[in-house]
């Protein structure tokens, strides 16, 4: 009896590892590093014959202006590259509406977001964040 119990639940593990598996294969996520209190994010995905991605920036607190980019782009932009943008006006949390474009297997999607704010302090560079700031993801078509 605690053979058949040890199996079972070995089956049941193994089971649980592939589907936890397949389903983090449809999507990737990436952060950037905080700065100025906020912080970069950004979400790609794969549903039906699309890729989306998108970006969405948090800050600990209320800011001026908070303003995410999302880029998108197949192959390094080979076959295809779409951006979008947006700014929230005092706001802590702002977020950009889904970009897209065609999946095809094999093809490797790579999403950003390279967001800024502008937190109304005077020696916070809104212009020019550091690299480390941008968020990426990557996503392989299956």
């Given at each position: 009896m605690k053979k058949i119990s040890q199996s079972v639940c070995t089956l049941l593990m193994a089971l649980a590892c592939v589907l936890g598996m397949s389903a983090s294969a449809h999507a990737a996520s990436?952060?950037?590093?905080?700065?100025h209190g906020c912080k970069n994010y950004?979400?790609?995905w794969r549903s039906g014959g699309k890729v989306y991605a998108y970006a969405k920036q948090t800050c600990n607190k209320r800011v001026l202006a908070v303003k995410p980019t999302v880029a998108l782009s197949a192959n390094g932009g080979k076959f295809g590259f779409v951006t979008a943008g947006k700014a929230c006006k005092f706001a802590k949390?702002?977020?950009?509406?889904?970009?897209?474009?065609?999946a095809k297997k094999?093809?490797?999607y790579?999403?950003?977001?390279?967001?800024?704010?502008?937190?109304g302090r005077p020696k916070d560079d809104e212009a020019y964040w550091p690299q480390r700031t941008v968020a990426h993801a990557t996503y392989r078509a299956k």
């Open positions: 990436g952060y950037g590093k905080k700065y950004v979400k790609v949390t702002c977020k950009t509406k889904k970009v897209s474009l065609k094999g093809r490797i790579r999403a950003s977001n390279s967001g800024t704010a502008t937190t």
